[in-house]
């Protein structure tokens, strides 16, 4: 590490990282032409299925570049780099466990999901179940998962802005966030999903190429011997440096560390498969060929993507040092950004940021689309207008929906900031897991499954993956070991009403959550339809209908 940064980030002053007038400037000119591409693409938003679902005039490669722009979030790029420069091994598992994820969803259930739906996960779970109930729940899940997901990426943007402007304070970083989330709200209120899909392909194209470029100047310096690599971060964190390279530094050292890893296993490799604003990705393209086509890119990519992120992880940690990315402003998350500055200087640093901006810029308004959906097409249209409402005027709802959506990520990502975003993501996951995955489950694949069983499954789920995360250390009394400094969402160390020691509460909600589905439909006495679960079996296996799909 050089001693300029060595000075900067150890002694964790406000001096600037890099240039502020040079990140500034291309932090703008990002936003400007993604703006321009904006308003181009929502020349065209004309009717409900433009605004929710691009037209369906995506093809299978675009489609599945979205789909990894909208995957690949800061917890993807900002907390597993940071992770992996940190615990090393155990930090590289946040990886593993992303990856895998995305292809269990896949396998079970995207393209059923799509070929069965118009615009939302809601359209799947009412399709032969009771349709305003269903739907409620089901839109009340989607929301809460939008909600946590948003809370990360708003802490990301609040660490990486911190650190390239020297930014330091709560109030200063709750301007940083405030930014943010109006762009977003510009994004979303303008472009729908036509101008949030270019966005995130856009995304896409420049996080993958960018990673990779630092991925070869890192090895470069190594000549392109991983061991070496792995030497250098080893010896960079100087006593006990070995726990990097081996398993068990986060995870491993006491067997309640080892419950948290297989909590939180569970929830990023099931979570995926309910995520909403991935699904909903699927309805933008014309055929179910095209939304195998896009699984195959994504795939590649997603999977190219998580293998880079060993080496910039290991990379940061041996250019840049453990304790350095700690003591930075930023924390966890600035280790992608510092390890950018300690290779190419203020040039790189601020593409590199540039492209970190822009990830946390597409991903929230890819989540703000989707539960913008969500509340008008679900809620409004369909339980408080019982289906009889205009396509503009559901539109309209959406558009509304979306500022105050907004407005509460903003509030959100005050409280959040300072936590590491991949964490924050994993709660996303857990709630997803306990909530929807057990619900599209049976009804994709169980006859027997009735509307009893879904509302048990989803506000069972729901409900004690809220409580179980509220009453848990990530909320209050989690403390660091060495310097007693509060590591929970509250920052008064004296303030601790945490009663599970479980940090990610999948290992229990999940499996409550299967469970209560089938004691709710055992409960009821009404059987689900078979002639709707023929109908739907059909649909979601062949495709057939699925263009013409409506809502019954």
Known sequence: MSDSLRSLVHAATTE???SPAVNIAIFAGFVAITLVIVFRASRNNKTAADYYAAGRSFTGPQNGTAIAGDYLSAASFLGICGAIAINGYDGFLYSIGFLVAWLVALLLVAELLRNTGRFTMADVL????????VRMAAALATLTVVFFYLLAQMAGAGGLVALLLGVEGTAAQGAVIAVVGALMILYVLIGGMKGTTWVQIIKAVLLIIGAAVMAVWVLSEYGFNLSDLLQGAIDTAGEGGEALIGPGKQYGATSMSQLNFLSLALALVLGTAGLPHVLMRFYTVPTAKEARRSVVWAIWLIGIFYLITLVLGYGAAALVGPEAIKAAPGGVNSAAPLLAYELGGTILLGLISAIAFATILAVVAGLTITAAASFAHD????????????PDGEVRVARITVVVIGILAIIGGIFANGQNVAFLVALAFAVAASANLPTILYSLFWKRFNTSGALWSIYGGLISCIVLITFSPVVSGKVDPV?????????????????????????????????LGIVGTYVSKVKGDPAKYAEMEVRSLTGAGSEKAVVH
């Not at 009412?126 to 109930?133: D, E, G, T, V, Y």
């Not at 809620?379 to 205009?390: D, L, M, N, P, R």
């Open 483 to 515: 310097t007693g400094a509060s590591l929970s969402m509250i920052k008064n160390t004296d303030i601790d009403f945490h009663l599970i020691p479980l940090e990610n509460p999948g290992l229990i909600s999940i499996p409550l959550g299967f469970l």
């Open 16 to 18: 600037d990282v890099g």
């Open 379 to 390: 809620i409004y249209a369909s339980v408080i207008k019982h289906g009889e409402v205009k």
């Open 126 to 133: 009412s399709f032969r179940l009771k349709q305003r109930p």
